[in-house]
């Protein structure tokens, strides 16, 4: 039987490094911004995984890759080995930890904004920041909500206000077709929008055959402290904003507080009461105030 070396004991100071159900062996999560990897990196973490006898890699839920069943005794080579394929070790304690996005405008005709390059300046900036609890950022580039953003600590959904010239607006109904919320009505051959009901997704806006239904410049929508696991939460509206460095702004500020005021050992949604939060909603609104209303506050239109 071959001696295991000595183990870096250091190296479980950091959130990537998990101890399994076998405390012989940990699994080693990879840090992997929007689930986003070239080619390549996907050759490199296979041949890692071989390397240091990884039988089967998992793909996790938050776009991320584990390495179970590691030899923890080589770990500090495994690791130097996945930072030089540009797939560094990962997070999963009381920090920020893997930021999820869906595919965005780069890719899907659904989406509002560029969730992608938002999730990668946000995972530049933030990334592993220690706090008394896991924080998780999510982006849902529409709210389709394909990466349930809402049930995240820091959650952005990407929105688009509709706009339409009753002057020239035929009336045809197109639009109804398109509007998952039943939200458009012709009225008296007039186009008719319950803004009350509309989600603000934009997916009545690029169908118009006149191409007379326009739409307002995308937005962002925040919510925080919604959760998953044992009792999910959907998260709470803080704020909509019209730019990325709005949204940098707004979560550079959440984490702040969370890391100045939340306490360690209950959930984020737990502690939302207790934290003021509706107070620190207003603050946010007074350095940034917010252009749009609040879902569901504005009535037929």
Known sequence: MSRRLPVNQGLYTRGGIITERD???????LRMPAGMVTPEQIQGIGAIASKYGVEKI?????????????????????????????????????EVVNITACLGTRHCKFANIDSIALAEEIDTRFFGKELPIKVRIAISACP??????RLNEIGITGIRRPIRDPGLCTGCGTCIHYCREKA???????????????????????????GILKGEDPAYRITVGGHRGRHP?????????????????VVDRVIYWIH????????????????????FRKT?????PEELPVPGSVQVG
Do not use: W
């Open 260 to 279: 100045r005021q939340a306490s360690s050992g209950s959930l984020l949604p737990e502690q939302l009461d207790e934290l003021e939060f509706e107070e």
């Open 23 to 29: 405390p012989d062996y940990c699994i080693v999560r």
């Open 58 to 94: 998992h793909l996790t839920t938050r776009q991320t890759v584990e390495l179970p069943h590691v030899d923890p005794s080589r770990i500090e080579d495994l690791v130097d080995d996945l930072e030089k394929n540009g797939t560094p070790l990962g997070a999963e304690r009381e």
């Open 144 to 149: 389709n909500g394909c990466e349930s953003e």
């Open 233 to 249: 939460k959907i998260g709470r509206h803080l704020i909509t904003v019209k730019s990325t460095e709005d949204v940098i702004q």
């Open 184 to 210: 458009i009505i012709v009225e008296d051959g007039i186009i008719v929008l319950n803004k009350g009901k509309c989600m603000e997704c934009g997916f009545c806006i690029l169908p118009c055959p006149f």
């Open 284 to 288: 946010i609104q007074t350095l940034i």
